[in-house]
C-alpha cells in the first residue's frame, strides 16, 4: 500500500487540530466506550460477528479469522458497508479511517475502497495512538503549561463566561453535566474516555495558537456527574491562580432559575411534549433526593415542600414559585459550600469583580504573544 495513503504519528496534530472527520470501523460496543473527537462509527463488524471472530481466533488463530470475517461479511452486506463508506467521503472527502490499532480492519476497509477506485488514508496505531497522544499531551501539559481558574459562587455565571473566552475549556461541557446535583443532563453523558479525549483536543488546540499566557479552566468539583477530571489535571487546578465573579444574591437567583427551570421545561418539554411535566417533576425531586442526606432532614423537608408546592402552580403563574425554593437552597446549602471552598483558596486569589470586570481582567492577563510562551507551546506538541 501507498505509504501516503497511511497517517503516521506526525501527522496526530493536524488531524486533531483541523477537525477531520475520522471513520471508525471499529464495532459499536468499542465506539460506545471511548471515540477520538470528529469520529463518526461506520463499523466494519457487528458486535456479534466481532465477538464470533474473536472467539474463531482465540481458538483456531490469525488465519482462521480471517477467513470467517471474510465469509461473514461477503455479497451484500460488504456492498452495504462500503457504500456507507463512500457516502460519507463524498460529504467528506478529507476524511481518513481509524481502527483499534491501526492493523487488519482498517487496511481490510481502505482495501475495499480502493477497489471501489476511492482513496482514503488511515490512521496508522489506530484509536488507541491517538488517545495515548492526547493523554501525553495532556500530562505534558499539566506540568509545564499554566492555567486560571474562574470561581464563583453558584449562579455567577461562571460557565456563560467560559462559553466567552477563546482561551478556556469548558469542562461541564467535556462532562455534558452543569456540575451539580441539579445539573444532570436530559441526555447521558459521555464516557469517561470521551470527556478526556474532548479536554485534550481543546486543550491541544488553544496551545497550538501560540498567543495564551495560560488556559482558563471553571473551578469544579473531582467528578462533574459520572465523569472524572483526571488526577494529575485536578491537582495542578489546585495551584494556579483563581479570579473570582462576585453577583448579587437577587441576581444570581435568577440566572438560576431561568437556566434550572425555565430553560430545563423548555428543553424537556421539545423532547417529551406530553410528558413533559413529569419528567420535569421528577428531574427536580431526584436531584433534591441526591443531596438529602447533606442537607438533613428537616432542611430536605423545608424545600421538598416549597418545591412541590411551585410545581402544582408553575403553569398558573409562570414558574415564578420556584425562586422561592431555590433561594432557600441557594442561602442555606449551596453558598455556605461554596464560601467554605472559596475560603480555602483565599491565598490563591488574584482578581475579584462583576462577570463583566472578570471577563476583561481575564482577556487582559490570560492572553501573551511573546516568544517564551512560544517555545512552551512547541515543547508541548508530542512527537
Known amino acids: 500500500m501507498n505509504k501516503s495513503f497511511v497517517l503516521e504519528t506526525k501527522d496526530y496534530r493536524n488531524l486533531l487540530l483541523k477537525e477531520t472527520t475520522i471513520i471508525d470501523v471499529r464495532a459499536p ?50 456492498e452495504k458497508r ?19 490499532r491501526g492493523g487488519l480492519r482498517s487496511q481490510i476497509s481502505q482495501q475495499w475502497l480502493a477497489e471501489k477506485k476511492i482513496s482514503c488514508p488511515r490512521v496508522a496505531g489506530g484509536n488507541k495512538a491517538i488517545r495515548n497522544y492526547l493523554l501525553r499531551f495532556l500530562m505534558d501539559f499539566c506540568a509545564i503549561g499554566s492555567f486560571t481558574i ?66 482558563i479552566l471553571e473551578d469544579e468539583s473531582r467528578m462533574i456527574g459520572a465523569c472524572q477530571i483526571p488526577p494529575y489535571l485536578k491537582d495542578k487546578m489546585q495551584n494556579n ?16 432559575w431561568t437556566e434550572y427551570i425555565v430553560e430545563r421545561y423548555r428543553k424537556t418539554s421539545e423532547l417529551y411534549h406530553d410528558e413533559c411535566d413529569a419528567r420535569f417533576s421528577n428531574y427536580l425531586k431526584d436531584s433534591l433526593l441526591r443531596i438529602k442526606k447533606r442537607l438533613g432532614g428537616t432542611r430536605a423537608k423545608k424545600i421538598f415542600d416549597l418545591m412541590q408546592s411551585a410545581i402544582l402552580r408553575q403553569q398558573h403563574d409562570g414558574f415564578a414559585s420556584h425562586r422561592t425554593w431555590l433561594a432557600e437552597l441557594t442561602r442555606d446549602y449551596y453558598d455556605p459550600m461554596y464560601a467554605y471552598q472559596l475560603k480555602a483558596k483565599k491565598q490563591s486569589v488574584v482578581y475579584r469583580g462583576n462577570f463583566y470586570e472578570v471577563r476583561d481582567w481575564l482577556n487582559q492577563n490570560t492572553k501573551d504573544c511573546d516568544d517564551q510562551r512560544s517555545e512552551i507551546s512547541q515543547e508541548l506538541m508530542p512527537s
Request: glycine residues 8%; hydrophobic residues 40%.
Open 241 to 256: 491562580p483563581v479570579a473570582v465573579i462576585e453577583m448579587p444574591f437577587e441576581d444570581r437567583i435568577e440566572r438560576l
Open 82 to 100: 462500503v457504500k456507507a463508506w463512500a457516502e460519507l467521503l463524498r460529504e467528506k472527502p478529507r476524511a481518513v479511517i481509524c481502527c483499534a
Open 150 to 215: 474562574l470561581s464563583g459562587m453558584t449562579g455567577t455565571g461562571k460557565t456563560a463566561l467560559i462559553k466567552q473566552l477563546k482561551n478556556a475549556v469548558d469542562l461541564e461541557g467535556a462532562a455534558n453535566h452543569k456540575g451539580s446535583s441539579f445539573g444532570r443532563p436530559i441526555d447521558e453523558q459521555p464516557s469517561q474516555i470521551d470527556f478526556e479525549n474532548r479536554i485534550a483536543v481543546d486543550m491541544l488546540a488553544i496551545s497550538s495558537r501560540n498567543k495564551f499566557r495560560s488556559i
Open 29 to 78: 460496543i468499542e465506539f460506545a466506550a471511548g471515540a477520538i473527537p470528529g469520529a463518526i462509527n461506520l463499523p466494519l463488524l457487528s458486535d456479534i460477528e466481532r465477538q464470533q471472530i474473536g472467539t474463531h481466533y482465540r481458538q483456531g488463530g490469525r488465519k482462521a479469522a480471517i477467513k470467517l470475517g471474510a465469509d461473514l461479511v461477503q455479497g451484500s452486506l460488504r
